[in-house]
């Protein structure tokens, strides 16, 4: 059985999702960032890098949720695009998008914005400003097709629910008004049964919720001083 490490955030999201699509048994296991647990010897073995999410499927480790996708997408045969060159090139090139772009500058917009000391302008400006660029890709993206790879749902529309969840806070309760093709893709998968129990995992365990100096330490520890 899938060991799943895992924390109510963005990228352990897309994971939850693509294990409810499948059906795939699974173990949760819980790690409380903001507890520092993502720290502890015993994780750091399964992920170096210290982030959640992270699995354990026999004798596989697997770390980055969009290697995980692709993992799981290559065990199970499911939400693959076609086998053929185009159909994959687009498949990597739209993940590595998320994986390069939405998730990097998503998130440090929400750092800057939301957790980080003064002085922060030039940070604030420069990450917002890269965070709506890229989202804003995805929404013409979306413009043309229902989906990200066309006509198909994959692991790459998995890829970009686990963060539209999070766009409100990312880029401000208005930004759905200039993303319309995104909420829409959001708002479907939202009603698909495994959405819903992905997202219920998130009740299974008790996680930290203050922002306290001791979760700063763990999350930040280059301002925790």
């Known amino acids: 059985m899938i060991q799943f490490y895992y924390h ?11 294990l409810e699509e499948t059906g795939l ?27 959640t999410p992270a699995m354990v499927d ?12 692709l993992y799981l997408a290559e065990k199970t045969g499911q939400f693959l695009p076609n086998d053929d060159l185009k159909s994959r090139g ?5 993940l590595m998008f998320v994986a390069t772009g939405i998730g990097p500058y998503s998130g440090q917009a ?40 066309g006509n198909e749902y994959t692991l790459v529309d998995m890829a970009v629910w686990g963060w539209a969840r999070a766009v409100p806070f990312i880029l401000g309760e208005n930004a759905w008004e200039k993303l319309p093709n995104v909420k829409r893709l959001l708002d479907e998968i939202n009603t698909r049964p495994a959405a819903q129990r992905a997202e219920a995992l998130k009740t ?11 979760a700063r330490k763990a999350m930040f520890p280059q301002i925790a001083h």
């Open 90 to 94: 687009d498949m990597y090139s739209w």
């Open 25 to 51: 048994p699974y173990e949760l296991i819980p790690v409380d960032t903001r507890k520092g647990e993502q720290h502890d010897p015993a994780f750091l073995k399964i992920n170096p890098n210290a982030k």
């Open 204 to 214: 299974q365990h008790t996680y930290k919720t203050e922002m306290d100096a001791d």
């Open 58 to 69: 026999g004798d596989a480790i697997v770390f980055d949720s969009n290697a995980m996708l």
């Open 110 to 149: 929400v750092h800057f914005k939301h957790f980080a000391p003064e002085p922060k302008d030039y940070a604030v400006t420069r990450y917002n400003y890269e965070a709506w660029r890229h989202w804003s890709i995805i929404n013409d993206r979306l413009a043309n097709s229902p989906y990200m790879l």
């Open 8 to 18: 109510p955030s963005p990228n352990p999201a897309k994971i939850a999702l693509f």
